[in-house]
């Protein structure tokens, strides 16, 4: 029986998402499920680790069904999955010490205050390519190390073991604490130059090394799982933004991407420079691959999609997340209503941690449909802040941007953000390129793909949508929504 097939475990914020790819690098079958979100105070966000396990292994279980194949036809698992969400478990038992904290958690921002404060923010930037922000996952160990009881003692003694997303299910897939480099350059702990951890930093945030996994490259063969029956590999881990890159084969310098998932995460390939931001971005690791590694910058919107969630779970203007470009399209425009969606902060290029969310431009004349329109809109503003600021630190114009995630599936969206841009947006057939950028370098790991240029010769566009606006109604409408984001700062540069 051949072994023609890939299971790419795509494991996000909101859901757990499984998919199939054939050896064409089709979707054969696809299953998710979404799990709870914890918010034990405002502004905190948490996972039960044990419900992203669960829904993780059902998901996988019910594509491997629904694809019709058995898991001996499974030639490898690639992960790709939410970044700087931080899990601390036990090592001999694998349960948690506690409820994972979310990447969107604010919760530790008066400890990267503090590290500003002993001017420490420079050297942390210098070293991990980014900014001390709550964002990521070294104050969140910081924080569970000091507020578990015992926990600091027992990892000291080796007892526990710390991983983001990825690592926590390969521990219990198959055993071995490791990730990957595109994840570990994601902590705030890892030197993205010497690709090591730095005890340096680690001291700085008085987290014991002991706790920390292996890196190593994005994709090769880092354990086996019995799992689903037979020993199966599992040959890549990829963060998820990172990943979405790759299953763009955006494998060039200057190639860029947007997804629009529970965030927006704009990242473009520098190749094997690690280029430094002057305009708020972050220097990340694309991928170790083929003996190298390969760097990206990135703008992170951290509510892209959440707000439409937001929109249907606590507003109740719609019923569903497709519903909002059928309410959004019943007026002409947004009539002069501005969201800016900063419920845990703002993110690239303004990394604010203490903004909040406004509405702006309300009029009697104001309705469901200007607001949802609004909401719509502020993905693909905060979007274009991100790509004007990367233009400018890579010297040179983004020509076309290529787009994928949930969100990408609403026209009236991409529309939008090509006529904010003033770029083409293009859409390709398959939206699930987290996953496939999984199965991608789970493949390549494994054989079943031979080469980069194999794979980049499978992309297809679906859509593109061309700019429809003046540069004159360009030029308002973005100084509008910078009126409106500067109200929504706590410090307006």
């Not at 292994?57 to 970044?83: C, F, L, M, S, W």
């Not at 996952?137 to 000091?146: E, F, H, P, V």
């Not at 490259?217 to 354990?223: A, C, E, H, N, R």
């Amino acid at each position: 029986m051949g072994k023609n097939f890939i299971l790419a475990m795509d494991q996000g914020t909101t859901s757990s998402r499984s998919i199939i790819f054939d050896g064409e690098g089709s979707i054969r079958a696809s299953a998710a499920q979404e799990f709870e979100q914890i918010y034990p105070r405002p502004g905190w966000v948490e996972h039960d680790p044990e419900a992203i396990w669960r829904t993780q292994i059902e998901t996988a279980r019910a594509a491997i069904v629904q694809a019709k194949i058995t898991a001996d036809e499974i030639a490898a698992i690639g992960i790709t999955n939410q970044r700087e969400t931080t899990v601390l478990w036990e090592r001999a038992t694998g349960r948690p010490i506690h409820n994972a904290i979310v990447w969107q958690c604010r919760r530790t921002a008066d400890v990267c205050e503090d590290l500003k404060a002993r001017g420490l923010e420079s050297e942390f930037r210098r070293k991990t390519g980014l900014v001390v922000d709550a964002y990521f996952s070294g104050t969140k160990i910081k924080w569970l190390l000091d507020n578990v009881s015992g926990a600091k003692l027992r990892a000291a003694h080796g007892e526990i073991c710390f991983g983001t997303i990825d690592s926590w299910l390969l521990f219990r897939l198959t055993g071995e604490h490791a990730t990957d480099f595109s994840n570990a350059s994601r902590t705030l702990i890892f030197d993205i130059h010497h690709l090591q951890w730095d005890d340096t930093l680690l001291g700085c945030l008085d987290v014991a090394p002991e706790i920390l996994p292996v890196v190593l490259p994005t994709s090769g063969v880092f354990g086996t799982t019995s799992v689903f029956g037979p020993e199966i590999p599992v040959a890549a881990l990829c963060g998820d933004q990172q990943s979405a890159l790759f299953g763009q084969a955006a494998f060039n310098a200057g190639e860029s991407k947007n997804t629009y998932g529970t965030g927006c995460f704009a990242l473009t390939n520098t190749g094997e420079e690690a280029v430094a931001s002057n305009h708020g971005l972050l220097t990340t690791v694309a991928w170790g691959f083929e003996g190298k590694v390969e760097y990206a910058l990135e703008g992170s919107v951290f509510i892209g999609g959440a707000v439409v969630q937001w929109l249907r779970d606590e507003l109740r203007l719609i019923s569903s997340a497709a519903e909002s470009e059928t309410v959004a399209a019943q007026v002409a425009d947004n009539g002069g209503v501005y969201m800016v969606p900063a419920f845990v902060g703002l993110g690239a290029p303004h990394w604010d941690m203490q903004a909040r969310g406004i509405i702006t431009g309300l009029t009697r004349g104001a309705g469901r449909g200007h607001i949802v329109r609004a909401a719509l809109e502020s993905i693909s503003f905060q979007s274009a802040d991100v790509l004007d600021s990367m233009q400018h630190d890579v010297k040179r114009s983004v020509p076309a941007l290529k787009v994928d995630g949930g969100a990408s599936n609403n026209n009236l969206l991409m529309q939008h953000q090509a006529d904010v841009l003033g770029i083409p947006v293009l859409r390709g057939q398959v939206v699930e390129t987290t996953a496939l950028g999984a199965a991608y370098l789970a493949g390549l790991a494994v054989g079943l793909w031979k080469s980069r240029d194999e794979l980049k010769s499978r992309w297809k566009l679906e859509r593109e949508f061309v700019p429809q606006w003046s540069k004159e109604r360009r030029d308002l409408e973005r100084a509008a929504w910078r009126s409106a984001v500067n109200k929504a700062l706590t410090t307006v540069s």
